[in-house]
Every structure is written in C-alpha cells, then in structure tokens.
C-alpha cells in the first residue's frame, strides 16, 4: 500500500526553526554524498539490489559492482510476502528471495558484509509489518550496526511514523518519506514537518500513481510535481518508480537530486547471458551514471 492521503490537521510551520545540521550520525553519509554530486554537477543514482535475488552471493556481488561503478547511495530491498507497492518484477524477485529463505536479518547480514567493503551509503527499503514483527527499536539498532544510513518504508504513512522515525533518529539513521503526484498540499506539509527536524537524507518521489516497474515514457506532469514538492521540502529530491533509460535520467537531471533505478536493473540481469548477470547489469547501470551529468551548471 502506499501512503494514503488521508491527514490530520498539517503542521504547515514545523522545520521554520530547524538546526543547521540533524547530526544523525550514520545518515550524514547520505547528505555528503548529495553534496558532493551536487558540486559535481550531476544528480545522484540510488541503484536497488533485491536481497537474496537470485541469491545472498549474486546480490551481493551485484551491490558490491554497482558500489564500483559509481553508485551514490545503495538501494537493498528486503522481500516481503504482500509488496504491494512493487510491480511484477520485484514481486517476482522478493518471491524468488523469499523461497531461498532470505529473511529481514539475513538482509541486515547482507548489508553488514557490503557496508565492511565498500563506503558507498546504504539505505533499507522494506514494509512495515517484517520491521513491527523484528521489534521497532530492536531493527533499528541492528540496522545501525550494519552501517545502514537510513531507511525506506513504502506502506507506512507519516502521520504513523513517529515511533520508527524517532528509533531511526536515536541510532543515528534517517526515515526516509514517500510523496506521490496525488499527495495534497496538506500532505506535502506533513511530511515536511517530519524530515524538516531530523533534516537528513532526502524525500522518495514516487514519478507515477501505480507500482514499482520499468516504464517507456517518464510522466508527463513530473516537473510541476516535483516543483510542487520543492516548496515545501528542502531536503534533496529522488525520484523513483518507472525510471529505466539514460534519457530519462538525462531528463531528471535539470528537476531532480538524485533517481532510483530498480525495476529495469533486475530485468537487465535476468536477460543477460547465462553467467553475465552482474556484468551486463553495471554495464548498463554504467549508462544511466553517464547520462546523470548535468547539461548546466
């Protein structure tokens, strides 16, 4: 499910009177890695690895090649029985993972190995139910011990947030919100309020209403949208959902901070030579890394 729309009463004023810096110590690797792209002048690319897809190793190893290959900030998805909020091929890779007996902490595991060999960001995304039944304080804690920044949680909405955001917060991670093209203005405001005080990380913009899964075009109305985010939110933006091509990411590099790319990777090893898997996915993703330079700046 994603985050509905329903709200209580915004808190349009929350973040007016903010530090400079949440200090949340694992998470200031994401924001210096925004920094950093940003004086470089191109956008972040946040690459996903389905954990324990096709197996613990190739995950591994494919995390481990995208790190080399320029990723900015790791995306490991933890798979889940019901993933909503994913299309069919994640939904096929969480299954495939989930039948090779990957759990939540066996994803921590495998985040504790890549985060020992790389210093490339990483970030969790995974629903909320597993992290509820692992315990709230329990998962963050662990989280933090295998050098994860922050986490993702697509189903849960931020007026329900507050316990996972303030565990997130005390080890030192970030919670990292979603908005869609539907959030309202009140919306927006809501979770503004929530990243506003721990100023941290970035915001997940969903690019279309729908799932997770390669997309031909990119949204026509994703501009507005994300100027529409932009006015409220100060933290960098990420858009997601769809992104698949160097053009969309070229398109993106003028309206965004940084792109998520998942759907399209999966699908890329899973069409590869028997045995090219890893290869021809950080070939591919070495593409979408050239095409986030921006045209001006």
Known sequence: MMP????????A???????????????????????????????????????????AATSEAL?????????????????????????????????????????PAGALELAERIHRQVATPLVLMGY??????????????????AGVSGLIVPDLPPEEAEPLLRSANRAGMCLIFLVTPTSTTERLAQVAAAVHRQNSGFVYCVSLSGVTGARG?????????????????????AVGFGISTPAHVAALTEIADGVVIASKLI?????????????????YFETLRAAAVRAHV
């Open 13 to 55: 004023a929350a973040g007016a009177d903010l530090p400079a810096s949440s200090g949340l110590r694992l998470a200031a690797a994401i924001d210096r890695t925004f920094e950093q792209a940003n004086a470089e002048g191109r956008i972040c690319l946040l690459p996903y690895v389905m954990a324990g897809y096709p197996d």
């Open 128 to 145: 909320y139910n597993p992290i509820l039944a692992f315990g709230l304080e329990h998962y963050c804690e662990a989280a933090a011990l």
């Open 4 to 11: 509905d729309e329903k709200l209580n009463a915004p808190d």
């Open 217 to 237: 075009e990119l949204s026509a109305y994703l501009p507005e949208f994300l100027a529409r985010v932009r006015e409220q939110i100060r933290l960098p933006l």
């Open 267 to 283: 699908d890329t090893h899973d069409r590869a030579t028997p045995g090219q898997g890893v290869a021809e996915t950080i070939r």
């Open 63 to 103: 995390a481990l090649g995208l790190a080399h290959a320029g990723a900015d900030v790791l995306e490991l998805g933890i798979p889940f029985s019901d993933p909503l909020a994913d299309g069919a091929t994640i939904q096929h890779a969480g299954q495939v993972a989930l039948q090779g007996s990957m759990t």
